[in-house]
Structures are given as C-alpha cells and as structure tokens.
C-alpha cells in the first residue's frame, strides 16, 4: 500500500525540470530552456532588501501583505487597468505560482471544469488536476494563439467554473488584442465563469498590452515582481479581484504560505524607483535576433511579449523528437509537449547572451 495521497498521482514530473536536470549534466551547454531573465535584480531593489534586513523587517507580515506595498499596487492597477480596488481586494503572494495556487484551491473542486487555452503555461492542468477539476483545452494554433470567441463559447457547460487567460503568454509569447478580451470578457460574465488573468509578463510587451480586468470585474488578477526585476527566486506576486475570493485566498494563505517573504516585500517598495526601459529594449532586440536567424528554416512568428518563441518543429520532426535531437547537438530547448495537447512545437527561451543566441541558432537550423 502506497504512502502517498492519490491527488499526487495526478501531476506529472515537469519536463522544464528533466532538462534543467540534464544541463546540469551537460558540458558547456546552449542553455536555450531556462524561463527566467539573465540579468540581475537592479542595486535600488537590493540596496532596499539590505535596508528591510538591518532595519528589523525580517518578521512575518499580514496575511494579505504589508499595507504600504498593496497600496502601491492598487495605485499600479489604477494607472494601469483603471481599476480601483480596495485595501482588502489586493493579496500579496509568495510569486504568481503561489497565487495560482491558492486560486484554485478556493475555487476549483470534483466535477468543476476550468477552460484553458492550448497552448498554456505548464502548471495550470496540473493544478487543475490537483484539485480534482477537469482542464478543457480550447485549442488556439489555428488562431494564431489568440482566441475565438466562439470556440470559447462552444467549450462552455454548466460545469464550466472558470477561464484561465496568460497574456503575454508563456511558451507563445502572444497577447491577446483588445477585441478579443472585451468578447471574451461578454461570454464569462453572460454564463457566469469567473476569469483568471496572468499577467507575470506584462512588462515585457512588445506591442500594446491591455488586461481583461480593464473591462470586467469578473476577474481575478495575478502578477508580480519574479520577471520584470528578475527577482524569481524572491517569490513574490500579488491577487486582486473579488472580494469574496481573494477572502478564501487569505484565509488558505494563512494556513499555508502564512504571508508572502518579508523582505521582498519592503525591497519591492523600491521597484517604482526603478528603470527597467533599457533591459526591455535588449529583449525586443533579442527578439528580433532569434526570429530572423530561425525564419529561413522553421515556421515561427515574432512574439508580442514576454521572453519566448514557439517554434514549429521540421518535417520529419515532432516536437518531442527534434527536441532529442538538439539537445544531442548540446543545445536545449523545451519540447512544446509540455505547454500542450499536441506535439508539434519546441520553445525557445532568448534570454541568454547573443553570442548564445547565434550559436544556438547556428546549431539548430544546421539540423534541418
């Protein structure tokens, strides 16, 4: 008889982390797979760390986060989404994973369904199977990423429970346009399914970005600090929607993560003071770089935002297999198997130095 709870056999060993595992394993590498940015958390951020750390902040805080940073926040989503949220509809978290978490934890329970589109961030069916929901794939490739009102609107049943949206999206890079979102935001409300907007990436957008929780209410917000300030390891994130949710977030917070790290939230006091313009403009050069160096041999297409290309595998090739093939030539890549249903793509992370970036795309298109 098995020790284990029967919840841990519905998730699966990501395969992100078997090849951090083989890099580890690999001689001098083209570490193309690592989803987190390559420069360092800016010196104002750390200085204000230092600063939390000799002046005794080293304490736990409220469950919902200290009031000097959610009010920061709330100021944020105002300018932002023109949304003004209450004191007590702003949840600091331990990183958007953790605000995930909690998420659907309140929310999702046996027999819910929770819509997501395909391709998606890789914890999301897991978590959604965690929680003994079932994930309904609403298939996008043939939308260019983006999403079809009506193929959302045909998904849903009277078990549909939510919507889970990432934009810029992670492994696609796209952001969904503003037509979209405000459809989108009809359908949910029409049939009652709340919307759970990502938005870790929204700092690194190439193109005009705008939230869904511009144009509904019906939304729960989550974003954070881990990619715009390479503060990843920081783990620190924040919730803001309807009051009756974020409540039932706090209270599992409680008794769970307690409260977000301490620490990171008075250094994060110091990231409007901080200018990040420049580091988005050398991962929209990056960009560019990798698109062009792998358009003459690989179906891809220019993201909009965040840090990722998905490229489409060459005939003869799954995602899987030309994934294989690449890492024998020591360059890893993420098989697009693990963002989703289908097995068609590889991911690109371009967040590394462009000497790197040209060596890998050297190596990659010479196998084609």
């Given amino acids: 008889m098995s020790l284990l709870a029967k919840r841990t056999q519905r998730v699966d060993s ?32 750390k200085s204000a760390a230092i600063d939390a750390i000799q002046q005794g902040h080293n304490s736990y805080t409220p ?48 027999g819910d369904e929770v819509i997501i589109p395909d391709p998606y961030f890789v914890m999301y069916k897991h978590l959604v199977n965690l929680n003994e929901g079932t ?21 849903i049943t009277s078990k549909t429970k939510l919507l889970l949206l990432n934009s810029p999206g992670n492994p696609t890079g ?44 019906n939304c729960l917000l989550l974003a954070g600090h881990s ?20 409540d039932a977030m706090a209270t599992l917070q409680q008794y769970s993560f307690v409260c977000a790290p301490s620490i990171a939230q008075y250094a994060a006091l110091a990231t409007p003071k901080t200018d990040m313009s420049q580091q988005l403009t050398d991962y929209a050069l990056k960009r560019n770089l990798m698109s062009e160096a792998l358009s003459s041999n690989f179906e891809v297409s220019s993201p909009d ?39 068609s793509h590889f991911r690109i992370c371009y967040t590394v130095p462009d000497e ?11 196998l084609v």
Avoid at 356 to 366: I, K
Wanted: aromatic share 10%.
């Fill in 135 to 155: 994930p309904i794939y609403l298939d996008t490739y043939d939308d260019g990423f983006t999403i079809n009102p009506d193929k959302l609107e045909s998904l």
């Fill in 305 to 343: 935002g965040a840090f990722y290309l998905f490229v489409k595998a060459p005939e003869g090739y799954n995602g899987d297999t030309f994934t294989e093939l690449a890492i024998k030539n020591n360059v890893l890549v993420i098989p697009g198997s693990v963002f989703s249903e289908r097995n």
């Fill in 227 to 246: 990619k715009s300030f390479a503060m990843t390891g920081w783990r620190l994130g924040y919730a803001a929607g309807p009051a009756e949710v974020i």
């Fill in 174 to 217: 796209c952001i969904f346009p503003a037509d979209q979102l405000k459809a989108i935001a009809q359908i949910c409300e029409k049939h009652g399914v709340l919307i759970i907007t990502d938005e870790i990436y929204r700092e690194f957008a190439y193109a005009p970005m705008r939230s869904i929780a511009e144009f509904t209410e």
């Fill in 63 to 110: 469950t919902l986060g200290i009031v000097p940073l959610r009010e920061q926040l709330i100021a944020g989503e105002k300018a932002f989404t023109g949304r003004d949220y209450p004191l007590n509809q702003m949840l600091i978290t331990s990183g958007v994973s953790g605000g995930l978490f909690l998420a659907l934890l309140a929310l999702v329970e046996s």
């Fill in 356 to 366: 790197q970036l040209h060596r890998g795309a050297e190596v990659l298109c010479s």
């Fill in 14 to 45: 990501s395969g992100i982390r078997r090849i951090f595992e083989l890099a580890r394993s690999m001689k001098d590498p083209i570490n193309l797979s690592i989803g987190q940015p390559d420069f360092d958390v800016p010196d104002l951020i």
